[in-house]
Structure formats: structure tokens, C-alpha cells
């Protein structure tokens, strides 16, 4: 009779209990967004004689979604997810090609739908569906990989790699090839054939640039991280941009200017601050105290993801997990590294911190697959 209970409790808890460190982090860092994009471009708008609520409109209502979806995920059992893998996948992949035919081009690059109200950007929705496919593969053999199964993960992720990298997505596309790269090593792909493909990428790498198979920009964007004190005039722009982001981070001092304040970010002085360089409004905004307080809640909601991982109780729910918290760390680690120059720019956004409504459905999805997984594992 007590065991009865105990297998009763259990699957009460499975069905109502949620991690809620992990699902407050992600809903603060949303609505906290919201309010940094609109500090970041009230002034410019009125200046401009636009609404000046545009982008905090837009952005909040993506949010109020992505909360909705980050929770109605969680209530599906991440083991239903397994016959959902391939036709998401497949679906994502027809997403990828028909960018390419009725995509919208922005900034040089063909990325989007446009939707009217709504622009979709295929690609960031793609890495989730990835992670998804590559679990579910691992799942299904318990065995363990042969180097058949080595062959068609590395398939599963090179064709949508390739096809990104033609948009050019350069930074969706380094996503791609580091979360991989970790869920075949958590999966027990052998470390000597892990090493061999570091080499092997490394060398495709360095031959990708050797030979211009880089755009331009991109071969430049590398160069001025590697030579920032380069006279070159062609990459003077992009050192523009990342002194101006140094700079505006480092004036905000201890205690910051205050919100919608700040010569820099009223001024308009750092391209692209409301998305890929949202770090410099809150680092001139905030200081050094409100950054420190950022990175340390970014830094919980990726460490929630990882232990759930560490706990799942199968293969399946401990990659998808893995898969999330490499998405959401690595982009938080280079998206803040480049606004202070220590890694080279790519436009990888700030998750849930930066515009973008693509950007923040997927990452409230993927934080509602890791909820999933620990509703059912007791984390």
C-alpha cells in the first residue's frame, strides 16, 4: 500500500511541480529585456518622430508568447517530443531553403520571412530543432554509437550547418558545430574521433579563409579581433564599433547613469544596441553593479539547465537539456565577450536581452523542453 502511495506522489509531482528558479530566471531576463530595448531606443525613436514605444511593444508581446510557450512545453512529457523529432526537423530544413527563394535580405544577409507585423528568422529555430533530432537519435540506441551512427549525426547537423552558413549566419552556424560537438560528446563518441574532427574543422576552417570563402565582412571581422590596433581603413569601421562599445560599457562606472540616461546610448553612439550590443546600454545604464547582477543571472539560469541535465533520468531528456544550456551559455558568453572585445563580433544576440522576436520564442521554448525534463526527474 505505501508503495502504491509513494508511485502516486510521485506522478503528482511530475505532473504539477516545476523547477521555478529556472522559469523565473528565464521570465526575469525576458521582461528585464524589454525594459533595456525600450531605454535604449526611446530617445532615438522621438528624435527620429517615431512611436517611441515601437520596439518595446513588439518586444514585450514576443515575451507574454514565449512565457506562454515556455510553459505549455513544460507540460509536455519530453518523451513525446521523440515522434516529433523528424518531421521538426525536416520542416526546419524546407524552412532553411525556402529563405533562399522568398527570404527577406537585411545587412547583406537573406535570413528572414517577412510576415507583415513579424519577421521569422528560420535559422535560430532550427538549433532547437537540431538538439531534438541529434537526442532522439542518441535514444533510440542504447548501445551506444557505432561509427555509422557518428557518420549520420554528423549529416543531421552538416546539412543545416551549410545551409545556414550560405545565408550567411556565420554566428547561428558556430552555435551549430559547438552543441553538437558537446552532445556527441556526452553521447560517448570516442575522444580520439572528437580530436580528429577539431582537426579536421580547424583545417576547413583556416582554409575557408585562406581561400575567400568567407564574405568580406566576415574575413574582416576576424582580422580586427586578431589585429585590433590595425590602421587598415576596412576594418577601422568595425574597431569603431567595438571602442564605442568598450567605451560606453566603461562610463557607466559603479552605479551606472540610470535608466534612459547616458550620453552613448541616448546619442546613438554604438550601432546595433537594441540587438546585438544590448550589453553596452545596461553595462552605461546600470555599471558595474547592474552588469555583475546580469551576468550572475544568466550565469543561474544556465546552471539550473545543467544540473536537470546532470539528473535526467535517460539518454534523450540529459541531451536535450545539454544541447539548451550550450545554446544559451555559449551565446551568452560571446555575445557579451564581443562587446568587450574579447571575442570577435558575429551577431549572436543576448539571450532574452536582446530585440528580437525569433530569438526570445526560442529560447523560452527551449527553456520549457529543459522544464519538461525536470518536471519528470524531481529536479
Known amino acids: 500500500m505505501s508503495d502504491t502511495l509513494a508511485a502516486f506522489s510521485t506522478r503528482v509531482r511530475a505532473r504539477t511541480s516545476i523547477d521555478l528558479g529556472l522559469a523565473g530566471g528565464l521570465i526575469t531576463l525576458g521582461l528585464f529585456g524589454v525594459v533595456m530595448i525600450y531605454s535604449a531606443t526611446k530617445q532615438l525613436l522621438l528624435n527620429a518622430g517615431d512611436n517611441p514605444h515601437y520596439y518595446f511593444e513588439r518586444q514585450l508581446l514576443f515575451v507574454v508568447i514565449g512565457i506562454v510557450v515556455m510553459f505549455v512545453i513544460a507540460q509536455i512529457d519530453y518523451r513525446r517530443f521523440e515522434s516529433a523529432a523528424t518531421p521538426l526537423y525536416v520542416g526546419g530544413l524546407l524552412a532553411l531553403a525556402g529563405v533562399f527563394v522568398v527570404g527577406q535580405s537585411a545587412l547583406g544577409a537573406q535570413r528572414w520571412y ?79 574521433f572528437m580530436t580528429l574532427l577539431a582537426v579536421a574543422g580547424s583545417i576547413a576552417a583556416v582554409a575557408a579563409v585562406y581561400f575567400d570563402l568567407l564574405h568580406r565582412y566576415q574575413i574582416n571581422r576576424l582580422f580586427s579581433f586578431i589585429n585590433p590596433n590595425s590602421k587598415n581603413p576596412k576594418l577601422q569601421t568595425l574597431l569603431y564599433e567595438v571602442n564605442n562599445a568598450k567605451s560606453a560599457i566603461g562610463s557607466g562606472g559603479i552605479h551606472g547613469s540610470g535608466l534612459f540616461r547616458g550620453m552613448q546610448t541616448v546619442l546613438g553612439y554604438v550601432p546595433e544596441q537594441r540587438t546585438d550590443f544590448i550589453f553596452t546600454a545596461i553595462g552605461e545604464q546600470l ?16 546552471w539550473r539547465m ?21 545554446f544559451f551559455a555559449f551565446s551568452c558568453f560571446e555575445n557579451i565577450g564581443m562587446t568587450m572585445g574579447i571575442m570577435p563580433v558575429t551577431g549572436i544576440p543576448l539571450p532574452l536581452l536582446s530585440y528580437g522576436g525569433s530569438a526570445a520564442l526560442v529560447f523560452f521554448a527551449g527553456g520549457g523542453a529543459v522544464l519538461s525534463v525536470s518536471r519528470r526527474t524531481g529536479n
Do not use: H, W
Open 114 to 192: 517577412s510576415l507583415g507585423f513579424i519577421q521569422i528568422q528560420p535559422s535560430e529555430f532550427t538549433v532547437l530543432f537540431i538538439i531534438l533530432a541529434v537526442a532522439t537519435y542518441c535514444q533510440r540506441r542504447p548501445e551506444g554509437l557505432t561509427m555509422y551512427d557518428v557518420c549520420r549525426l554528423l549529416l543531421m547537423g552538416g546539412v543545416p550547418l551549410l545551409m545556414i552558413a550560405a545565408q550567411p549566419d556565420l554566428g547561428t552556424a558556430i552555435i551549430i558545430v559547438i552543441t553538437v560537438s558537446a552532445i556527441m560528446v556526452v553521447a560517448g563518441v570516442p575522444p580520439r
Open 287 to 302: 555599471g558595474f553593479i547592474g552588469t555583475s547582477l546580469v551576468i550572475l543571472l544568466l550565469a543561474f539560469v544556465a
Open 306 to 326: 545543467f544540473v536537470i541535465g546532470r539528473n535526467a533520468k535517460d539518454t534523450m531528456g540529459r541531451l536535450i537539456c545539454l544541447g539548451v544550456f550550450i
